[in-house]
Structures are given as C-alpha cells and as structure tokens.
C-alpha cells in the first residue's frame, strides 16, 4: 500500500509542485484545499491526487487531514491584504503543526523563512510569521525538516517585480542594489521535497537553504535580454522607498524583504541544491523554456 503524504498549500505554486511529484513517486498525496471545486483543485484530482477540505481555522479539519499520514508538506499562505494575516498564518501553521504532533506524523518538511524582524528589526509579516511558526514546530519536537526557499522565478512575471516599459526598454525595479538575489523555478522545489522525504534519516532536523541561481538585478536583467531577444531589459537602480511607494499591499513586506536579503547572507547553495536535485534549472534556462508564457506576461 502507497504511503500516505498530505500537503498543505497544495494548490499553490510550490505545493503543486510537491503534489505531483510524490504522486509520481508512488505516494498516495492529500492535497489540502479550502475549495476542492477549484479549477486547481479539480486538476489535481484528475491526475490521481486525493482531495481534503479543510477550513484553516477549524483545528478537527485539519486533525482529519493528517490522520493516518506518514509525512506530510506544509506551505503556509500570507494574505497580504489583511491587516491580521501574520497572526493568521502562524495560528494557521501552529494548528498543523499542533495536528501533526497529534497523528505522530514520521517527517515534516516546512517550507520556512528566516525572522526578518529578530534579525534587522523590520518586520516582513509573511517571514516573519514562517519564523515563528518553525520555533513553535521546534518545541514539539516534530520530526522536521525546514526548507528555506527563496524568490520564485515566477514571480518575476507578476507585480510588483513584474519589468515594466520605458523609453524601449524592459525596466526591472527590485531594492537589492548590487547583491545578488537567490532564486528557484517552484517547479524544483517538488523533486527536492521527493529527495528529502525518501532519505527521511539523512534530513530529519535539517535545515536546506535552497536555490537555482543567484544573480543581481543587473545580471537578472541581461539573463532576460539574452532569453527574450528582441526585448530589452535593464535594471532601474530602485531605492527600498521607491518600491515601498507603489503601495500594494505587498510592498512594504517585500521592501522589507528585500533590505534584509541585501544584509543577510542566507547563505543558500546552487550546488547543494543540485545534489539534492541535479536538472534544478537556472533562470536562464527557466526563460528558454517558458519564453511564451514570460513574454505574455510582460509584454503583453
Ligand atoms: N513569492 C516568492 O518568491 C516566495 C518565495 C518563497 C516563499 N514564498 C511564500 O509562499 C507563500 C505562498 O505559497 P505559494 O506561492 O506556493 O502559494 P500560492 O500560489 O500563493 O497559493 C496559495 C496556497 O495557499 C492556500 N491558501 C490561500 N489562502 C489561504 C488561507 N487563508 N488559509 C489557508 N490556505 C490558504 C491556497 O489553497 P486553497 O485556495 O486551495 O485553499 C493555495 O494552496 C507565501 O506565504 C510566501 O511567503 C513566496
């Protein structure tokens, strides 16, 4: 009989990455979801993934999740539009972690990140909160291993990262100056969490700080001209400020973030990664590959 894997934030970018690679792995997968009707949800189940309603606050849908599990995969969300979502999402990740204890789950892979806030004194609520929710999976002594994944490719697509036209050029405004930023394709992060979860005694109470590629805004900028030929990109040299004031309900916490990078080395490694890994790819070959979909999101 498959072993049992649940995984929360399964419909999500990174989730849905774990969600099909242990499912292709031979896991029998539990996708978490507040909405199993979701054009994501439903495409899950028709590849064979098992799906669980859960609604986050009720502490018995999430026990009923993990019953019976053997390990299990937590993405947190962060609601940036509400004023309260760091308290949400640590009460949110306490209550899995909390459930997981209570199944006696055999291994924990969190996706975490490091407390902005303890180290510079700034507070990114979606760091922040992960933070605290790992010590708090420290104290239960979970059979856990934490994951620091960092920027998505992805999310060089969308705002407000997203390059934006001037003059005939592709600017990227991103606060990291002249200190490289680390990144991973989501895609990646699946086959690492498959890697983990089947060496369970080499990983148990580790922490992993993973990446594809590590480049400065500049550099991100030439990786894009020479992947998107004929589209010019260049780096726009923005201050933290500057990104702060165009005022989404993210900007302040990915200002935040963005200040803390440049401070704190977080010291991930390509080629660990490609251990744990070995096609993990690097932005310019994520570009290569999904040139049409980048292309629609930037200049389209
Ligand atoms: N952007 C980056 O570069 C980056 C890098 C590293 C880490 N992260 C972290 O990644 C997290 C988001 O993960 P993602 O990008 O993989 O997910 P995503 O694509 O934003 O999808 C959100 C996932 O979270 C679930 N979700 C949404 N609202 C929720 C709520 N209120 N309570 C419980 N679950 C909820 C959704 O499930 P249903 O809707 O199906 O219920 C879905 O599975 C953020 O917190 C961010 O800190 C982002």
Redesign the pocket.
Known sequence: MSKVVTVF???????SSVARTLLAAGWHVRAV???PN?H??AALKKEGVQLVYID?TDQHSISDALRGAQACFV?????YSDPNSQK??VT?GKAIADACRLADVGHVVY?T?LSVVKVIGINAR??DA?AEVELYMRDLDLPLTCLI????YE?LLVPPCKPKLKDGCYEIGIPMGYTPLHMIC?EDVGPIVDRILSNSRAYVHKTLSICGDKLTIGEIATTFTNALRPYIFRDKQVTSQQFRDQGLPLSNDMANMFEFFCRVDQRASVDTTRKLHPTTQTLDQWLRTNRDIALEAIVN
């Open positions: 934030g399964a419909t999500g970018f990174v989730g979801t507040r909405d979701s994501k949800a986050p993405q947190t969300h962060t609601d949400a999402e949110y996706s990140q979606h760091m992960k994944v960092p920027f998505y999310h989501t």
